[in-house]
Nanobody, 121 residues
Framework: VQLQASGGGLVQAGGSLKLSCAASSSTFSHAMGWFRQAPGKEREFVSAISRSGDSAYYADGVKGRSTISRDNAKNTVFLQMNSLKPEDTAVYYC????????????????WGQGTLVTVSS
């Protein structure tokens, strides 16, 4: 599975962005996740969604401000981020794994190239 993340950009604090992750093949059997890595920091979990889309998980720092969703017919996963803060600035990566949804990066098998989100104050 090849993943292509897009939708990043420069936005002012309080603004919104919607990230997309398009897969090269069916991800019906894959749980999908979003992770991010800020400069000088380790990659961290942001959000994840189950194969069917009926379960979603969020890191505390984005909970209430972000919504993950998926369109299995289009092999695409989305991350809607609202009320963005400067501390959300990072490269955002989408990832896929076969099976149940997880929140730890090492359990994901496939990774996209990342899309940069920059939030100005």
């Amino acid at each position: 599975v090849q993943l292509q993340a897009s939708g990043g950009g420069l936005v002012q604090a309080g603004g919104s962005l919607k990230l997309s992750c398009a897969a090269s093949s069916s991800t019906f059997s894959h749980a999908m996740g979003w992770f991010r890595q800020a400069p000088g920091k380790e990659r961290e979990f942001v959000s994840a969604i189950s194969r069917s889309g009926d379960s979603a998980y969020y890191a505390d720092g984005v909970k209430g401000r972000s919504t993950i969703s998926r369109d299995n017919a289009k092999n695409t996963v989305f991350l809607q981020m609202n009320s963005l803060k400067p501390e959300d600035t990072a490269v955002y990566y989408c990832a896929a794994r076969v099976g149940k949804v997880k929140t730890t990066s090492w359990e994901y098998d496939y990774w996209g190239q990342g899309t940069l989100v920059t939030v100005s104050s």
